[in-house]
């Protein structure tokens, strides 16, 4: 496991950006999947994106493709997530995910991630 701590919420109006920071204490000679999940009020955590460290591929939901990035800095340990055009339906708890593998295309539910940071809030006001 390892430790994640994320940054970077905050309140925004419809349209407007955020960029969520997810600072890792990994190994830097491991790969990792690296991953953004979401969880709003009475709904369940669901995924948002994910990088893997090695390969640099990534994996969007439908849901923000288009209008989320993620990225890695491998210098940093950090992963980001650039949200942009944001809407009232994108309000909710953000969590960091992490799991020592080669490879994220497989990984979309949180169960298949063993480390998780404590979370940061996005709220969007229409």
């Known amino acids: 496991q390892v430790l994640l701590v994320e940054s970077g919420g905050g309140s925004v109006q419809a349209g407007g950006s955020l960029r969520l920071s997810c600072a890792a204490s990994?190994?830097?000679?491991?790969?990792?999947?690296m991953a953004w999940f979401r969880q709003a009020p009475g709904k369940e955590r669901e995924r948002v994106a994910r990088?893997?460290?090695?390969?640099?591929?990534?994996y969007y939901a439908d849901s923000v493709r288009g209008r989320f990035t993620i990225s890695r800095d491998s210098a940093k340990n950090t992963v980001y997530l650039q949200m942009n055009s944001l809407k009232p339906e994108d309000t909710a708890m953000y969590y960091c995910?992490?799991?020592?593998?080669?490879?994220?295309?497989?990984?979309?539910?949180?169960?298949?991630?063993?480390?998780w940071g404590q979370g940061t809030q996005v709220t969007v006001s229409s």
């Open positions: 995910a992490a799991v020592s593998t080669t490879t994220c295309a497989n990984l979309i539910q949180p169960y298949h991630f063993n480390s």
């Open positions: 990994v190994y830097t000679h491991s790969d990792y999947c």
């Open positions: 990088i893997s460290t090695g390969s640099g591929l990534t």
